[in-house]
């Protein structure tokens, strides 16, 4: 994973709650098993209509949202099955930080596993961010260090857990966290290794 510390990028708004995994990357597209080209797939449902053509009304058909790195949107975002695919998704179609006031607790654990910074802020908050990035573009700046959210006369704080925190920074994941204690597990195993 790419170490992530500040990111300063276009907002795309989703005004809906519970999204869930299967709006995010629907069953039919689960069987591929490499990590890349679930971009395409991307809240399908919603993207295209029964003919394959782009739905102008959703958000990220929009051309002011073209190359939004940044998602916002509501409660409870990531909600249903706990499919990693979703993670995989949003990081293939390009984004790199969702902004919510909740999140389902695997999805929220799969997004930063897999580097993307996932942010529950409060839904006032979030709220005046979506109407602000609805009506006009909107680009924040994400300073993880700092743990703030600043631009086009915003600035918010966000909490975030230390450990999943450190990863982001360091662009670890948890088996390259594990790995900084090799020489520490060698030894342990040296020492209990039992004789045939």
Known sequence: MEPFQTFKGLVCPMDRTNVDTDQIIPKQFL???????????????WRFNEKGAKNPDFVLNQPKYA??????????????????HAPWALQDYGFK??????????FYNNCQKNGILAIRLDKEKT??????????SLHLT??????TITGDGFSYTFDIDPYQKE?????????????????????????HTVSA
Request: proline share 1%; hydrophobic share 45%.
């Open 142 to 147: 994400i300073n993880l260090e700092d743990q």
């Open 97 to 106: 930080v969702i902004i919510a006031p909740s999140f389902a607790d695997i």
């Open 31 to 45: 069987k591929r098993v490499e990590r890349k080209g679930f971009g395409e797939c991307l809240f399908f449902n």
């Open 127 to 136: 709220d005046v961010l979506i109407a602000y990035a609805t009506k006009t």
């Open 167 to 191: 990863m982001l920074l360091e662009g670890l994941d948890e088996i390259a966290v594990t790995m900084r204690h090799e020489d520490e597990i060698a030894a342990y195993e040296q020492k």
């Open 67 to 84: 190359g939004a790195s940044i998602l916002v949107a509501g409660d409870n975002f990531g909600c249903g099955s706990s499919r990693e």
